[in-house]
């Protein structure tokens, strides 16, 4: 098994993996039209695109599925060859990619030989994944028979049984409850404290919020903003809360508020609640409105992501 | 890596035992079918039975003797009514045979007419002869039964003849066999001698084990090369090409584990046939195994290439169907090549059931020594290798884009 004296757990400076200015077109389609993203060593990177954006290109590209038109794609600082020279790279693809007619082990066994692992390192492999997962008490049962969690879990494991250093993962938790999604994460969050970059393509926001360290959106084909959430907000939708006031009946149009069609509905945007909320609520009550409830919204990468990819349906 | 693609498609076949059945047992029992039917009616050179009725309105000595001796040929089975079952049973007028003919009943009826046998021992009065009623759609059979009237008449007038002769020239049964004139007298005799099936036991079973056999080789290669399409459905094979495994690796992988399955499946049934049916498999190893090596690993190739053409497992399978039926049908995996016009026969060498079949008769039919399989086995080489080269090109669409 790799030697993880090297483990860190924080992000280091050293890129892991740099996608810069990759091309890829089919026919007349432009999938991939300059796209650039980097993922730090030790970090995990949310990439974030809606549907058709060029997200499921770019991880086909970097795992050589997909050879791009031009652009470079660097792994730990080297150049990477169309396909092979891929041991350091793990991925999970967003389907249960498994045999389901084989058992847990034997997938595991399997899938841990066509990543190169040979026989001793391969044995005690499958046994830490088993544990990883928490199916060691059902090695023995055919994956056809768990549920959506269980075999979420076991594809994921198959795709880093060699251990690699970078891990890319495909919505790791579409249609799982709960806890399968936590228990996941906590897997994750094992590799991630081993060492494992990892890039993680989702459509669950609060993933990308929660679990990973900086984000890139993509959209129509290049990353049109990367870096923390608190920078995205900055840098986008700004750090003013939303505050939205629900009246007992249609008010007057107020300065500084708009309000939606049968205006009982007023909406402000304040840099501090505390400060700036007596006011708004004294100006309402002069125009004669009367406060229900309010509400107050902090930014999110909801409305960074609606801020920056817009409203409008892609598919 | 070639190995574990193996040991994966054997591990999958294990868990799935109705998979082992189709492959396994379904080719054994179609065998077993077949086999009974040619083992009854060809084997060891018995001859489907003709079934006629005797018409005796003659109803001399001779006439009786005729009818009677025509009976005894295993070839024919006389026709009674129902209530006759039991012994030779002869109608006394024609009208009736000639309902049953017209119906369908019978294919023939023999009819020997009044004045048959007067007009045979007095030539001058003119001749009254022997009428075969006849329904043209089975030929076959009103040869078969006009060369055994000529025979058994032959044999009878022969002898009556010998015994004329004889009382003619006075001379004793000793005198008259040491005679040349007995030599004449005597009609010819026939013994039929068959280089092939003479001291083999159900020799011509064992065309029909390698018929089916082909066949259902070619079904279950195409089965289990049905699995890389399943893999690129269910998005193993997405996987796959992301692990170390290059996609010549697995095609061979799953081309290697085809051909071992082939070969499996082929010996089952010719053990089969040797246990059930006495084909002699052990006597001829060495001759059944090149051959059913080369045999399997084409099938592979023409699956992995069907596969690989093929855009699902839907697809697949249907055109799999209609090539196997049409391949199996030229090639004399149904109907044997032998009995072919000479332009069929040629058509059929298209197919790879035909060398296949072609290399099992030479081995099982004729003894030739392994030298002269030479020819099929260069074909189905060949043939193994420009097919997996062609799936290898066609594979290359799940490669990378």
Not at chain 1, 53 to 70: F, Q, W
Not at chain 2, 205 to 223: D, E, K, Q, R, T
Request: aromatic share 6%; net charge negative; with cysteine.
């Amino acid at each position: 098994m790799r030697d993880r004296a090297e483990a860190h757990g924080s992000v280091n400076a050293e890129s892991a993996l740099r996608v810069c200015d990759v091309v890829k077109s089919f026919g007349h389609t432009t999938a991939l039209d300059h796209a650039s993203l980097e993922v730090r060593r030790g970090e995990r990177l949310a990439l974030l695109g809606p549907n058709g954006a060029g997200k499921t290109t770019l991880v086909r590209c970097i795992c050589g599925r997909a050879v791009p038109d031009s652009g470079e794609i660097e792994m730990l600082g080297q150049p990477l060859p169309p396909s092979g020279g891929r041991h350091e790279l793990g991925f999970v693809p967003q389907e249960i990619a498994l045999y389901p007619d084989l058992t847990t082990r034997e997938n595991l066994e399997a899938f841990g030989r066509f990543n190169g692992l040979k026989r001793g390192e391969l044995h005690q492999a499958v046994d830490w994944a088993l544990e990883w997962t928490g199916l060691a008490d059902r090695a023995g049962d055919l994956t056809k028979t768990y549920s959506s969690g269980m075999k979420r879990r076991v594809n994921i494991a198959c795709g880093v049984l060699q251990r690699p250093l970078i891990l890319l993962l495909d919505e790791p938790t579409v249609g799982v409850d709960p806890q399968s999604r936590d228990r996941i994460f906590a897997m994750l969050d094992e590799l991630w404290r081993q060492g494992t970059s990892i890039l993680l393509t989702t459509h669950q926001l609060e993933e990308a919020e929660q679990q990973c360290d900086r984000i890139v959106i993509i959209d129509h084909g290049h990353a049109i903003a990367e870096g923390t959430l608190s920078e995205l907000i900055a840098s986008t939708v700004g750090a003013k809360r939303r505050v939205i006031f629900k009246l007992a009946e249609a008010s007057p149009k107020l300065d500084g508020m708009t309000t939606d069609g049968d205006r009982r509905e007023l909406v402000a945007e304040v840099e501090d609640v505390a400060l700036e909320l007596p006011d708004l609520l004294i100006r309402i009550r002069e125009s004669g409105g009367t406060v229900l409830d309010l509400e107050v919204h902090p930014p999110s990468l909801h409305s960074v992501f609606i801020h920056l990819t817009g409203r409008e349906l892609r598919e | 890596m070639i190995r574990t693609v193996v040991r994966v498609g054997l591990l999958r076949m294990w868990h799935g035992r109705t998979e082992i059945l189709l492959t396994f047992v379904v080719p054994i029992a179609f065998f077993t079918i077949f086999a009974f039917i040619f083992d009854e009616q060809i084997g060891l050179g018995k001859s489907p039975r003709v079934n006629l009725a005797l018409v005796d309105e003659d109803n001399t000595e001779f006439s009786r003797e005729f009818v009677s001796a025509l009976g005894k040929w295993e070839t024919l089975r006389i026709y009674a009514p129902a209530e006759h079952a039991e012994g030779l049973f002869v109608f006394t007028s024609t009208e009736p045979v000639r309902e049953l003919v017209l119906a369908g009943t019978l294919p023939l009826a023999v009819i020997i007419p009044e004045g048959w046998t007067a007009s045979l021992t007095n030539p001058g009065k003119g001749a009254v002869n022997l009428r075969l009623l006849a329904d043209s759609s089975d030929p076959v059979a009103t040869q078969v039964v006009a060369a055994l009237i000529r025979q058994t008449s032959g044999q009878i007038m022969g002898e009556r003849a010998r015994q004329q002769i004889r009382s003619f020239l006075s001379l004793s049964p000793d005198q008259f066999a040491d005679s040349p004139v007995s030599g004449f007298a005597t009609p010819v005799a026939v013994d039929v001698v068959d280089l092939f099936a003479a001291g083999k036991a159900n020799p011509v079973v064992s065309m029909y084990a390698a018929g089916i056999a082909v066949m259902f080789l070619l079904f279950g290669a195409v089965g289990n090369s049905g699995t890389l399409l399943e893999e690129e459905e269910n998005q193993t094979l997405e996987r796959l090409m992301c692990s170390e495994l290059s996609m010549t690796q697995l095609l061979a992988g799953k081309w290697l584990l085809m051909t071992i399955v082939g070969m499996v499946q082929v010996t089952i049934m010719f053990a089969w046939a040797q246990l059930a049916f006495g084909v002699d498999l052990l006597g001829h190893l060495s001759g059944f195994a090149v051959m059913t090596v080369v045999t399997a690993g084409a099938a592979s190739s023409f699956a992995l290439t069907l596969a690989a053409l093929c855009r699902n497992r839907t697809q697949l399978n249907a055109v799999a169907v209609i090539l196997i039926l049409c391949m199996s049908a030229l090639g004399g995996s149904m109907v044997p090549r032998y009995v072919m016009s000479e332009a069929m026969q040629q058509i059929g060498k298209i197919t790879f059931n035909a060398w296949a079949l072609d290399g099992y008769i030479k081995v099982f039919w004729r003894n030739l020594p392994l030298a002269e399989l030479a020819p099929e086995l260069t074909v189905l080489t060949a043939t193994a290798i420009v097919l997996f080269g062609a799936a290898r090109l066609l594979a290359r669409r799940w490669e990378s884009s």
